[in-house]
């Protein structure tokens, strides 16, 4: 499937540049002027206005970068579909990670998912909620994890893998505190409201579970007392074990020790780990066994080592 044309097009559109797109492309810019001219002859009508120094796609532009978008994802997928029903599975998969979790899942199954793929490269990006969305759209990533509340994109396949409660933690050393050993399905539930007048280490306004944590409070009643915002769930966690404040961490997170103790919030007090792809991407059968290993791993891990 000859895409060459196209590529020369969404490079000059991209850099707004015959020049930089010759760079881009290891062409001469004579070379690939001429391209340009031939194709615009056989189509009847320009593709780009040239001002000055930049170079500004038309109407009809416009359309064909549209199209040829579409046209090369179409190949891409093509392509995968027929490495996968032909076992040659020596390409790359790019996987979207939330920062600590996913990397650590990743380095536990790597091992096993290169014994089972060794030609294939699997590349991990660790990014936000938000950022791994527009990575999806733009066709950077092959599928991401993502810890999710709701899901407000429409457009997108989630395979849920669990679903995570949240689990107040407070210093020993709090007048609420137990004392006992408790497994997490005994951790009492408690009332935010209980803790109103205490200071609490919550993660930045920038996470989705901080979305989720603002609803509790706002149905609490009151806005908690802020020592500190943090993007660590371990920096939360050490500072309630230092009975600097009280905060709200994934069981992921909520490991036991002697220094603090857990209780539960309810069953609005969680969030989703999904599996998320764009509808028209391709999955092949090596992303699907990282995807299942990984739900292995977190499903058996439920809380981190």
């Known amino acids: 499937m000859e895409t060459k044309m196209i590529e020369y097009i969404l490079s000059i559109a991209k850099h707004q540049s015959i020049s930089r797109a010759a760079e881009e492309l ?35 532009g416009e359309l064909y970068v549209e199209q040829a978008k579409e046209i090369l994802q179409i190949k891409r997928q093509t392509y995968k579909q027929i490495e996968d029903m032909a076992k040659r599975w020596n390409g790359t998969i790019t996987i979207g990670l939330t920062p600590e979790r996913g990397i650590q899942m990743f380095t536990a199954i790597y091992p096993k998912i290169h014994a089972m793929y060794p030609e294939t490269i699997f590349q991990p990006r660790e990014e936000s909620v938000e950022a791994q969305i527009k990575l999806l759209d733009t066709n950077q990533l092959d599928f991401s994890f993502q810890t999710i509340y709701e899901r407000k994109y429409k457009h997108l396949i989630y395979d849920t893998i669990l679903h995570e409660p949240f689990y107040l933690c407070v210093p020993k050393s709090h007048r609420l505190a137990y004392h006992e050993h408790l497994e997490p399905e005994q951790y009492p539930e408690v009332s935010l409201l209980e803790f109103k007048d205490d200071l609490f280490t919550l993660v930045r306004r920038s996470s989705t579970m901080r979305d989720v944590l603002d609803q509790l409070f706002e149905h609490a009643g009151f806005k908690p007392k802020l020592l500190f915002e943090s993007i660590s769930m371990r920096t939360m966690q050490q500072l309630a074990k230092s009975g600097e404040c009280c905060s709200v961490i994934p069981r992921f997170y909520a490991v036991q020790t002697d220094d603090v103790a857990y209780f539960s919030l309810g069953p ?38």
């Open 268 to 305: 609005k007090a969680s969030w989703e780990l999904a599996a998320v792809h764009a509808p028209n991407h391709y999955i092949n059968n090596a992303a699907k066994d990282f995807i299942r290993l990984a739900a292995d791993y977190w499903k058996t891990h439920l809380y981190i080592e």
């Open 26 to 60: 290891y062409l001469t810019q004579s070379a690939l002027n001429q391209q340009l001219l031939k194709l615009e002859k056989e189509l009847g009508a320009p593709l780009f206005i040239r001002i000055r120094n930049h170079w500004e796609l038309t109407d009809i």
